[in-house]
């Protein structure tokens, strides 16, 4: 590098040839398959680079930190022009914003307030069969009843429940 600083032809077409060797090995390692057609480009990028900027460069240091720093520029500038960007139309995106779920939420809230008012035992078995969906007679044996009087004491606990909160649903707004 010195000697081609200092107007040498011959040991400036020696160290071209002897870097373009080493980017293809530096590029090699760091494309991938969807990039490696990219290679040989970089390579030339980075040799005019280094032959645009060769006054840059600082004897100092180790010539391989110089060329590997603008090579490094190069592969980063290749990664931010390959970047993808996927547009959809904006008739097959979708929905903007999530389903409003606070009616949901409410309900659901007024509901654990409504079973709160019952019995543990009747609150219990009314979850079980009315919101998971489980037999009576399941439902019952985890309670310790009949399925008879699993299925009395919910339907007790439900006509309760209805007596309590329809005469407030005729004309309260909560």
Not at 40 to 52: C, K
Not at 64 to 82: G, P, S
Not at 115 to 137: M, V
Not at 152 to 173: E, N, P, Q, T, Y
């Amino acid at each position: 590098m010195l000697a081609s600083l200092a107007g040498d032809a011959k040991a400036y077409r020696l160290l071209l040839g002897a870097v373009r060797d080493g980017l293809r090995l530096y590029f090699r390692r760091r494309l991938g398959a969807d990039l490696a057609a990219d290679e040989e480009d970089l390579v030339q990028e980075t040799l005019i680079a280094m032959h645009t900027r060769r006054q840059t460069y600082d004897p100092n240091y180790p010539l391989t930190a110089w060329v590997h720093a603008i090579a490094r520029y190069k592969l980063i500038d290749l990664y931010r022009r390959r970047r993808s960007r996927q547009t959809v139309p904006l008739d097959a995106a979708g929905p903007l914003f999530a389903d409003d779920e606070t009616g949901a939420t409410l309900a659901r809230i007024d509901l654990d307030r409504m079973l709160a008012s019952l019995a543990p035992s009747t609150r219990r078995l009314i979850e079980r069969t009315k919101l998971e969906g489980r037999s009576s007679a399941e439902a019952g044996a985890d309670e310790g009843l009949t399925e008879t009087a699993a299925k009395v004491r919910a339907h007790r606990g439900l006509h309760a429940l209805s007596d309590r909160f329809a005469k407030r649903g005729d004309h309260a707004d909560g």
